[in-house]
């Protein structure tokens, strides 16, 4: 049985950077008539400044060229949050190891020996793409989910910061007036990083204690999951609005003080463990008095539970908003 290979969006934009005519015509033809958008570059400076107007997908950078060389280009493109994320590969004369581990050290993620072979390159690239795609695609998936994502090493320094997350600690600064912790690009503000050592510090992952702040009308909710790295930990990272009158839940539903906390805690997504973390009890006590909710509102799931509180909520907002005006 034959199976289908699945093929790089061939609409996918190249940008060759080379300053030798024969590669950039070699390199140009064999990407064209593979379905590929060819941008052409034949120095460093003016290949940033194509960028600023249109990015490509990824980059064939050749390592020897007039002005600045394909190095220092590659390392001002790492540096620039807007282009980081576009895949570099290098093409080099070079066969020095040192001149090899420098690509990479730059940020390159391939390399390819000149002279080009032209299947070879669109093998490269075909890769490359598959590969940046996927990122784009997980990140996406935070990006726009319930939860955001960051990693972290053992030390509370940040190894990787997608953009949602960068709110998030964005906002957990400000709403906190952490004026010494503006900067959160490469560290966790402290309090956080006291919450993950203690954490670390336990020998069964399944003791790890959530993270709560509730600040004015925000409530900012934090849990640590290891890698496959022994030395580097996810954090999963939620902000709810404050918005949850306790009372008023109790009394439209009927239910206890307890149980209308516990429901709060549901709609922020929180299990039975650490609902029993944050609240001092234990998951067998949450889940008797979800029990008694379910009951009380005639339900069989979380969600649906949820789903009348939010309505109910609601709909007494609006009768007081309705009774002010």
């Not at 400000?174 to 900067?183: N, T």
């Not at 900012?220 to 939620?238: Q, R």
């Not at 005639?298 to 007494?316: C, D, E, F, W």
Request: charged share 20%.
């Amino acid at each position: 049985m034959t199976m289908t290979k699945v093929l790089a969006n061939p609409n996918s934009i190249v940008m060759i950077i080379d300053d030798t005519p024969d590669n950039l015509a070699l390199l140009s033809d064999t990407l064209s008539e593979s379905g590929y958008r060819v941008l052409v570059a034949t120095d460093g400076c003016s290949a940033l400044e194509q960028i600023e107007y249109l990015r490509p997908d990824i980059i064939l950078l050749d390592v020897m060229m007039p002005g600045i060389n394909g190095f220092e280009t590659c390392n001002r493109l790492k540096a620039n949050p807007k282009t980081t994320h576009i895949p570099v590969l290098f093409m080099t004369a070079l066969s020095e190891l040192d001149d090899l581990l420098r690509g990479f050290g730059e940020g390159a993620v391939d390399y390819m020996v000149k002279p080009i072979r032209p299947p070879e390159v669109l093998a490269r690239v075909e890769a490359q793409l598959i590969q940046a795609r996927n990122i784009q695609r997980a990140e996406n998936a935070l990006n726009n989910g319930p939860y955001c994502a960051l990693a972290i090493n053992a030390n509370g320094k940040i190894t990787w910061l997608p953009e949602a997350a960068t709110h998030w600690l964005n906002d957990f600064v400000l709403a906190h007036l952490l004026l010494d912790d503006i900067k959160v690009e490469t560290l966790l503000p402290a309090s956080m990083i006291s919450w993950v050592k203690a954490q670390m510090g336990k020998p069964d992952t399944n003791d790890f204690m959530p993270f709560e702040s509730i600040k004015g009308e925000f409530h900012f909710s934090a849990k640590l999951i290891p890698c496959c790295h022994a030395d580097e930990y996810l954090l999963l990272m939620e902000k709810h609005s404050g918005h949850w009158n306790i009372d008023s839940v109790k009394h439209s539903l009927g239910l206890t003080s307890r149980e209308a906390e516990i429901l709060m805690w549901i709609s922020r997504g929180k299990t039975n463990k650490e609902i029993g973390m944050i609240l001092g009890g234990s998951p067998r006590t949450v889940n008797k008095h979800l029990e008694h909710i379910f009951e009380k509102l005639g339900v069989v799931t979380r969600a649906a539970a949820v789903s009348i509180a939010m309505q109910r909520t609601s709909n007494l907002s609006l009768l007081s908003e309705g009774n002010a005006s």
